[in-house]
C-alpha cells in the first residue's frame, strides 16, 4: 500500500535490549519527529512528555500527543515490557490523524503489543544484569574553601568577612563537626553505580483456531539514591 502521510515506526526488537527501563524514552532520535522529554527525576518515577513536531499549543494538557496501546487510549506506556512491544509507530500529520479527532491534533504515538501466531509453541527467556553510573557528578567546594571566598567576595564589594579566622580554622581542622560541618551531601546522598537487573519470560503460538501470548517479567533498578 502507498502510504502518503507522514508516519515513522520502529520495531520493538530495536527498542528490547535498550538499557532503561521506560521505552518511550528511548524513542528519541530514533523516529523522525519525535521528542519525549522526562521533566523530573522523582524516585521510582520515570515519566515523561510527548510531543510530536514540537510544541504547538499554549496550554501543556492538550500539545502532547495521543498513546493508544492495542487500539485503546492510554494516560502514558511508561510501564509497558519492552519484550511485549512489537512496534511503535507514529502519527505526525492531520491525514495521519484524522481517524482520531481532535484527539490526535498534536500526533499520535501507536503502540501495539506481541500477540499470539499461527506456529509450535515458542517459549522466550531473557535475562540481564547491567551497572549503572552517573555520566558526571558536580564537584563542590568544602565548607573552609567556601567560607574563605565568601570573605574574598564580600571584601571585594566593599563589606566585611563575614567568617572569622576561628570559623575558618574549626572548618578546616573538623575538630567541631556540630558546629562547624563539612559534609560532602553527594556523596552521602549518591551511589558511584548501583545494578540493574530485567528477566522476561514469554510463550507464544497457536492453531487456526487459538492463538495465544503470555509473559511475566521482573525488573528491579536499585537507582543511585544510597
Known amino acids: 500500500d502507498l502510504i502518503t502521510s507522514p508516519v515513522s515506526s520502529v520495531g520493538g526488537w530495536q527498542l528490547e535490549y535498550l538499557p532503561g527501563i521506560n521505552r518511550t524514552n528511548l524513542l528519541n532520535g530514533r523516529v523522525t519527529g519525535f521528542l519525549g522529554i522526562q521533566h523530573d527525576g522523582e524516585l521510582g ?24 496501546v492495542d487500539g485503546y487510549v492510554r494516560k502514558d506506556a511508561n510501564r509497558i515490557s519492552p519484550a511485549d512491544i512489537e ?10 490523524t484524522a481517524l482520531y479527532g481532535l484527539r490526535g491534533a498534536n500526533g499520535v ?12 509453541l515458542t ?20 565548607s573552609y574553601d567556601y567560607a574563605r571566598l565568601y570573605n574574598e567576595a564580600a571584601v571585594n564589594d566593599g563589606g566585611s ?3 572569622d579566622q576561628y570559623a575558618l580554622d574549626s572548618y578546616l581542622s573538623g575538630d567541631d563537626p556540630y558546629n562547624y560541618p563539612d559534609v560532602d551531601w553527594m556523596d552521602r546522598f549518591m551511589k558511584k553505580s548501583s545494578v540493574v537487573q530485567r528477566y522476561n519470560v514469554s510463550v ?10 503470555a509473559s511475566v ?7 543511585l539514591y544510597n
Open 45 to 68: 518515577i520515570e515519566s515523561n512528555s510527548m510531543y510530536i513536531r514540537g510544541l504547538r499549543s499554549i496550554s501543556s494538557d492538550s500539545r502532547q500527543a495521543a498513546i493508544l
Open 87 to 96: 512496534s511503535v509507530t507514529i502519527l505526525k500529520d492531520a491525514a495521519a
Open 109 to 120: 504515538v501507536l503502540i501495539t503489543t506481541k500477540h499470539g501466531r499461527i506456529q509450535p
Open 123 to 142: 517459549v522466550s527467556i531473557d535475562a540481564g544484569v547491567g551497572f549503572q553510573a552517573p555520566t558526571r557528578l558536580p564537584k563542590y567546594l568544602g
Open 161 to 163: 568577612p563575614k567568617y
Open 204 to 213: 507464544r503460538g497457536g492453531t487456526e483456531r487459538v492463538r495465544y501470548y
Open 217 to 223: 517479567g521482573y525488573v528491579d533498578n536499585s537507582g
